[in-house]
């Protein structure tokens, strides 16, 4: 499966603004990166891939119905999948994108 090409458009407008951002392609999506550092992707998958505060991934799993991504079997400690059907709106969508920026901003540039 491709990356849901309409949701990269998506969040490349919300981030046309943000200083620093690069796009990449990575595991079959795409990514946006802050400094260096993946922020969030338009799943190969289906759906978003979004960089959280590791310390604060239970509590967003419980309160918003995301679930962690697992790479090749793996858990991936402050990786959050949210389904598509959960990003349908720019009220949806503008959350995410601003707590993956925000916390891949956070950390040393690469």
Known sequence: MAYDDALAVRIRELL????????KRM???LAFLV?????VAASGQGG????????????LMKRTGAEPMEMRGRLMTGW?????DRV???????PWVKRGVAY???LPPK
């Open 80 to 84: 959050l999948r949210v389904e598509s």
């Open 104 to 106: 891949a901003g956070s």
């Open 48 to 59: 978003l891939l979004v960089r959280v505060d590791p310390t604060e991934s239970e509590q």
């Open 88 to 94: 349908r709106t720019k009220r949806q969508l503008v």
């Open 27 to 29: 595991f079959g999506g």
């Open 35 to 39: 400094n260096g550092n993946m922020a």
């Open 16 to 23: 046309e603004d943000e200083p620093g951002i690069e796009e």
